[in-house]
């Protein structure tokens, strides 16, 4: 089965970037999604294929994907962004598959 | 307004059975895959099962496998997920999510329901 790995918890400052990686076997060949989940709530996609955003997600958020690892990347971070945001591929072997989840804690 | 309404979580003893529905609004729902994925208290997401459009196609995560049945009434624009044989590690709450883009198996979730909680417990 495919494996994805996010780190646990991610910190930033206020107005600094947010950085939080998503590693899998050749994942670069793979379209990867994200989701923002804040608590209590149903997760929203931010990111898919990997680098585009929907309507209403702003700028700030962008992602990429290359080689072991697909990034999501948020720009002059606000205290609203903290979330816990999971990576997502479609595998043949796996389906759907989601990574593990980052906690992204803004100080 | 598009949306998804989950309905038919509660508390179960294991061994038992459940039936969950997901009503949908705003979109055409026989045009797009449908897909339950679920969230073990304070854990991550975990994809269950999906079905196709026409519900001619449906796939089942290995936990589930041979407990958990997928289907869709495209006339009641309805999901539904018969969970039996349920068990401890079945407690989570169940989304639904539409995927509602080109119809690529490479397409995201870009609709979720709210969520409907599931307990399995004696």
């Known amino acids: 089965s495919y494996v994805l790995t996010q780190p646990p918890s991610v910190s930033v400052a206020p107005g600094k970037t947010a950085r939080i990686t998503c590693g899998g076997n050749n994942i670069g060949s793979k379209s990867v999604h994200w989701y923002q989940q804040k608590p209590g709530q149903a997760p929203v996609l931010v990111i898919y294929y990997d680098s585009d955003r929907p309507s209403g997600i702003p700028e700030r958020f962008s992602g990429s994907n290359s080689g072991n690892t697909a990034t999501l990347t948020i720009s002059r971070v606000e205290a609203g962004d903290e979330a816990d945001y999971y990576c997502?591929?479609?595998?043949?072997?796996?389906?759907?598959?989601f990574g593990g989840g980052t906690k992204l804690t803004v100080l | 307004e598009v949306r998804l309404v989950e309905s038919g979580g509660g508390f179960v003893q294991p061994g038992g059975s459940l039936r969950l529905s997901c009503a949908a609004s705003g979109f055409t729902f026989s045009s797009y895959a449908m897909s339950w994925v679920r969230q073990a208290p304070g854990k991550g997401l975990e994809w269950v099962s999906g079905i196709s459009g026409s519900g001619g196609s449906t796939y089942y995560a290995d936990s589930v496998k041979g407990r958990f049945t997928i289907s869709r009434d495209n006339s009641k624009n309805t999901l539904y997920v018969q969970m039996n044989t349920l068990r401890a590690e079945d407690t989570a709450v169940y989304y639904c999510?539409?995927?509602?883009?080109?119809?690529?198996?490479?397409?995201?979730?870009?609709?979720w329901g709210q969520g409907t909680m599931v307990t399995v417990s004696s």
């Open positions: 999510a539409a995927i509602t883009g080109s119809g690529s198996l490479n397409d995201a979730f870009d609709i």
């Open positions: 997502q591929v479609w595998d043949s072997s796996s389906n759907r598959v």
